[in-house]
């Protein structure tokens, strides 16, 4: 079974560090590009970053570029999303996503799987 | 930065009604536009890719069509399990864009 499977949420005060981890299972993780979607609370969806399959070519939304870092370990099959500098308005569930088909994070295909997602919360 | 917007929001309607959300991009994006369904506490779900290419496991109710800048989802006869969100995104240049969301509500 295809699955992806998001850890590493928590409370965390403003200026913090988390650091996100997606291992998924079930597919040639190499071959698929990821990214990772939030959905703040009472909000819609953003998209906020994503990385090739091997790795090389990474993209963020601009409000987050210079604080987070994603990354992957494709012998791990692992994604991660280094978050820091967090600020109150990163407040969201952040869900992990795996491109249908393709290394390049653009293209017409879309996020066929997607994990249940963490609660990454910001507060003092 | 390409901007989606949905419309409309919320969208009301009833069992067995044909639905229509619109989407339309700030410039035009070709056929990179995929369209998502997401209900509270689960995971989105992927409907519709390329525009109008149905996903696997995807009830045939559901249908997109549209090019360049403006897109639609159509839900041929709206069952109570389709009361939900809906979102549109691009795929075409980063950052890949969601729309705001329909919401179709009884």
């Known amino acids: 079974e295809v699955q992806l499977l998001e850890s590493g949420g928590g409370l965390v005060q403003p200026g913090g560090s988390l650091r996100l981890s997606c291992a998924a299972s079930?597919?040639?993780?190499?071959?698929?590009?990821m990214s990772w979607v939030r959905q703040a609370p009472g909000k819609g969806l953003e998209w906020v970053s994503a990385?090739?399959?091997?790795?090389?070519?990474?993209y963020y939304v601009d409000s987050v570029k210079g604080r987070f870092t994603i990354s992957r370990d494709n012998p791990k099959n692992t994604l991660y999303l280094q978050m820091n500098i967090l600020r109150a308005e990163d407040t969201a569930i952040y869900y992990c996503?795996?491109?249908?088909?393709?290394?390049?994070?653009?293209?017409?295909?879309?996020?066929?799987?997607w994990g249940l997602g963490t609660t990454v919360t910001v507060s003092s | 930065d390409i901007q989606m917007t949905q419309s409309p929001s919320p969208l009301s309607a009833s069992v067995g009604d044909r639905v229509t959300i619109t989407c339309r991009a700030s410039?035009?994006?070709?056929?990179?536009l995929s369209w998502y369904q997401h209900q509270p506490g689960k995971a989105p779900k992927l409907l519709i890719y390329?525009?109008?290419s149905l996903q696997s496991g995807v009830p045939s109710r559901f249908s997109g069509s549209g090019s360049g800048t403006d897109f639609t989802l159509t839900i041929s006869s709206l069952q109570p399990e389709d009361f939900s969100t809906y979102y549109c995104?691009?795929?075409?240049?980063?950052?890949?864009?969601f729309g705001g969301g329909t919401k179709v509500e009884i």
């Open positions: 996503a795996k491109k249908a088909v393709g290394i390049t994070v653009a293209g017409t295909y879309g996020m066929d799987v």
């Open positions: 079930g597919f040639t993780f190499s071959s698929c590009a």
């Open positions: 990385i090739s399959g091997p790795g090389g070519g990474t």
């Open positions: 410039q035009t994006i070709s056929n990179y």
């Open positions: 390329a525009a109008s």
């Open positions: 995104q691009q795929s075409h240049t980063s950052p890949l864009t």
